[in-house]
C-alpha cells in the first residue's frame, strides 16, 4: 500500500492525520507543498484542491482528514475487529 499525506508544516489536521498513520503503524510519505511547487501542482492536479491535507492511498484521494473514510480504505476497523474476536 502506497500512502502519500500532501500536507505544510503549520496544518493542524495534517499533524492530526500523520498522528492517526503512525497510531496505526502505517508508513506514509509525507509531501511538504509549501516548499515543493511541483508536488503542490501535482496534489492540485489530483484532487482539485489547494488546501492540505490531501491523502492519496494507491489510486484513492481524500481530502482532510476523514477518520471514517481512512479507516476503510485502510481497513482498520475490520483489523481490530477481527483482533478482539480472536482474545
Keep these: 500500500m502506497n500512502v502519500k499525506i500532501y500536507s505544510t508544516p503549520g496544518c493542524p489536521w495534517c499533524n492530526v492525520a500523520k498522528g492517526f498513520f ?4 502505517i508508513d506514509f ?10 508536488a503542490a501542482q501535482e496534489m492540485i492536479k489530483k484532487s482539485g484542491q489547494m488546501g492540505v491535507p490531501v491523502i492519496e492511498i494507491d489510486d484513492k484521494i481524500v481530502i482532510g482528514f476523514n ?10 476497523n475490520k483489523i481490530e475487529d477481527e483482533k478482539k474476536n480472536s482474545t
Excluded at 29 to 38: A, F, P, R, Y
Excluded at 67 to 76: D, N, R, S, Y
Design 67 to 76: 477518520k471514517p473514510v481512512l479507516e476503510k480504505i485502510l481497513g482498520i
Design 22 to 25: 503512525k497510531s496505526h503503524n
Design 29 to 38: 510519505q509525507d509531501i511538504n507543498v509549501s516548499i515543493d511547487e511541483k
